[in-house]
């Protein structure tokens, strides 16, 4: 059965700083997916990474994806209040389109 | 503009009583599902449908059956509404192509009194 898990569950930063999530699934997939949600309101997609290596950049977010770690990562650089959501990782498993979530990562900038 | 649109958006209801959610999407899409987002367990599958007259069960599909009657509607019902069913649900749909995100719902705020 396939596990997704992220860490950590809730991040506290200053704005300016550096920081990492950290999405780790446990069986094997090369399709792993980013959201946004800001409270109240439904999910964003933020990234698609479809294969080992892949690496995606939107603004101050990047998205990497090592599929023989089993590991992604959203780095956020330069934090800014903005970026104050929760942000899921999911990964496809199984079959096409299903998606499994990790638990989400509630990220708060704070001035 | 293509949408996916979910109702209601809140929704009282007593324990022991059928509640169904409604979620229609215009974009032809084959594939439909249904999450239950609660905190600390982020967002589980419920069930999902890869076309008409096809519905499969997920992770927490206790409780809960889908119909798929037509590409545009995926009608969750909750047969026997549980305290334990007070949760947010979302509904989601997808081309059909594997590695492309999916659309989701605004969202359904469900309490089971």
């Known amino acids: 059965e396939l596990k997704v898990e992220q860490n950590p569950l809730f991040l506290s930063m200053q704005e300016g700083k550096n920081y990492t999530i950290y999405c780790n699934y446990s069986?094997?997939?090369?399709?792993l997916y980013w959201y946004r949600q800001d409270p109240g309101k439904s999910l964003e997609s933020l990234f698609v990474?479809?294969?080992?290596?892949a690496v995606k950049q939107e603004g101050r977010l990047m998205a990497s994806l090592d599929t023989k770690a089993r590991l992604s990562t959203l780095h956020i650089t330069a934090a800014v209040h903005d970026l104050s959501a929760t942000y899921f990782c999911?990964?496809?498993?199984?079959?096409?389109?299903?998606?499994?979530f990790g638990t989400g990562t509630l990220l708060a900038v704070q001035p | 503009d293509a949408e996916i649109t979910q109702s209601p958006r809140h929704k009282i209801t007593e324990t022991g009583r059928q509640v169904t959610l409604a979620c229609h999407q215009t974009?032809?899409?084959?594939?439909m599902f249904w999450y239950r987002q609660d905190l600390g367990h982020g967002l589980r599958l419920i069930h999902y449908?890869?076309?008409?007259?096809?519905?499969n069960k997920g992770e927490v599909s206790d409780g809960y059956s889908v119909s798929r009657s037509n590409t545009e509607d995926l009608p969750l019902t909750l047969e026997s509404a549980a305290s334990s069913q007070t949760s947010v649900y979302f509904c989601?749909?997808?081309?059909?192509?594997?590695?492309?995100?999916?659309?989701f719902g605004s969202g359904t705020q469900l309490s089971v009194l």
């Open positions: 989601a749909s997808g081309r059909g192509q594997g590695g492309e995100k999916l659309f």
């Open positions: 069986t094997t997939s090369d399709r």
């Open positions: 990474l479809l294969s080992n290596g």
């Open positions: 999911a990964v496809e498993g199984g079959a096409t389109n299903k998606l499994i």
């Open positions: 974009w032809n899409h084959n594939n």
């Open positions: 449908s890869y076309g008409v007259h096809d519905t």
